[in-house]
């Protein structure tokens, strides 16, 4: 069954530092998402991305972060200067769009910022 | 705005007994609606979805919900759990397409032997 694959499933980055977390959605989905859920807390929604551009972006996804599409597979999500606050598990989800379509998720990238 | 009330954040249960799961929802427009399982330490994953027809569905692995919409909830059953259901799970709200899933706070169902 095709996957969402998420990589990598920890990250540790000093404070200040930039990182980058990887996704390859499903191959002929159109619509790509990052959430994120912070340890104890319900899972948040922060952007959503489709024909190479943010659709919708939540008051979580500030300057400070980015998405991007860099070629056919991959869908990143950029954060330029963590903070601690941003410490959380980070999940990719994509669906095909179509009518009433659904969203599948990675098993996600759990940030830890220092 | 589309919310997600999940009115219990921990269920407690001995295996083997009925089990249910409370989802309300509050959209003033169509929505779809989802519950989602995280198992320790893995990703989400579907168990069941409400897009549209009967109002109640179900899952491969035996919980079923049920979409009330005079109630506006979708509350998430399973007559007899096992130890393996022991998770979080997540009621998600989408008002459809490419909308994004607006999630309740979780309920965590912790199954005792």
């Known amino acids: 069954e095709p996957e969402v694959t998420q990589t990598p499933s920890h990250q540790v980055t000093q404070m200040g530092q930039e990182v980058i977390l990887r996704c390859v959605p499903i191959s002929n989905h159109l619509y790509f998402y990052w959430y994120r859920q912070i340890l104890g807390q319900k899972v948040e929604f922060l952007v959503s991305?489709?024909?190479?551009?943010?659709?919708?972006k939540s008051e979580i996804f500030d300057d400070q972060f980015s998405v991007e599409r860099p070629d056919g597979s991959n869908f990143t999500l950029k954060i330029r200067s963590t903070k601690l606050e941003d410490s959380a598990m980070y999940f990719c989800?994509?669906?095909?769009?179509?009518?009433?379509?659904?969203?599948?998720f990675g098993a996600g990238t759990r940030l830890s910022v220092l | 705005a589309q919310s997600v009330t999940q009115l219990d954040s921990q269920v407690p249960v001995f295996e083997e007994a009925p089990v249910e799961l409370r989802c309300n929802y509050s959209?003033?427009?169509?929505?779809?609606l989802f519950w989602y399982v995280q198992y320790p330490n893995q990703g989400l994953q579907l168990l069941l979805k409400?897009?549209?027809?009967?109002?109640l569905v179900e899952s491969i692995n035996g919980f079923e919900a049920e979409f009330n919409k005079s109630q506006t909830s979708f509350h998430l059953r399973k007559p007899s759990v096992h130890i393996s259901d022991t998770a979080e799970y997540f009621c998600a709200a989408s008002s459809g397409g490419y909308n994004k899933l607006i999630f309740g706070a979780g309920t965590r169902l912790a199954v005792h032997p």
């Open positions: 959209s003033s427009v169509s929505v779809y």
């Open positions: 409400y897009l549209s027809g009967s109002t």
């Open positions: 989800a994509s669906s095909d769009g179509q009518g009433m379509s659904i969203q599948y």
């Open positions: 991305f489709y024909n190479n551009e943010i659709s919708e």
